[in-house]
Structure formats: C-alpha cells, structure tokens
C-alpha cells in the first residue's frame, strides 16, 4: 500500500485514540463516602474520615438552595448513594446520583412539580471546557482528568453527602 492510502486511516485512528478516556487504575484504600460543600465549590473523597482526594468543582447554574424540580439548575443537598456508572457519557465519564430520593419526590409532589433527576459527578461538556461560573444543569462537573481517576476510585454503592 502507498502512504497516501495509509495516511487517512492512520490520522482517523489516532483521532479516535485521543477521544478515548485514559486507563487508569486504583489499588489505595476504599472510598468510603463522597462529601460535597457547595458553598466551598468542593469535593472530598473520603477513606472513612481521611481525605484521599479533594476536587474543585462546578455546580448547577443556580447553586444556591436544594434541588426542588426539574429544570431549575439547581444542585441537590443531602444523603444519596453513587447508583450507576456511564462509560459513554457525553460528558466524558459519569457517575449517578440517586437523586430524588423519596422525600424529594414527596415535596415535589406536595409542590406540584416534577423533582427531576439525571444528577450525574461528570466531566466537561462535550461543547468545550466551560469550567466556572456554574454551568450544569445541577450535575457537579470536575476536569476529564479529574473525572476519569474519581470514575476509577469511587465503586457504586458509595454514599455522598452535598451540603450547601
């Protein structure tokens, strides 16, 4: 074959390679819980009170108070659990949250409102680095860097915290 025949297929790869999330691996202790401080724009990894990690973070685009419906772009506050991991995030990697939980769909409810949902700890926006002021949609959003070692280091099943 030419080169000219190779060249395309060879550029189109490595394209594809450098979309790809790294592999990265974890063998330190467990993390035991997630704490996020909104106020502070931070977020702890936590081995049950020692911090392994601390993250500088982005929020929804109205960060202050409690998520109470959809589309409000607000970040929810309090007790849920990491409940599911996507590899094919358009936002690099993501890790669930179990937001609503039961008492937000209560007060939604008593509200008239739907709670939402879909709160993720993700990465950049596929639109470009759009790191701070808040620009989720109430999501809590870290560099692609940062996304793929927290993906890596927190197992589904792990609580977090969000305080205001």
Known sequence: MT???????????????????????????????I???KEA????????DRALK????DLGFEPDGHKRK?????????????DRRNPDSIFHLSLGISYPNARDVAVARRLGV??????FIHGESPLGSL????????CIAVTNE????IYVMVRTGTPITIYP
């Open 70 to 82: 959809s589309g409000d772009g607000k970040t929810p506050e309090g007790t849920y659990i990491i």
């Open 146 to 149: 940062e996304m793929e070692e």
């Open 114 to 119: 739907d709670p939402g949902g879909e709160i």
């Open 131 to 138: 790191r701070g002021p808040d620009w989720t949609w109430g």
């Open 54 to 57: 601390t993250y500088d973070i």
């Open 35 to 37: 704490v996020v401080h």
């Open 41 to 48: 724009r931070k977020m702890y990894l936590l081995h049950h």
């Open 3 to 33: 080169v000219l025949k190779v060249l395309p297929a060879l550029l189109v790869a490595l394209v594809l390679a450098g979309c790809a999330p790294r592999v990265v691996t974890y063998d330190g202790p467990e993390v035991t819980r």
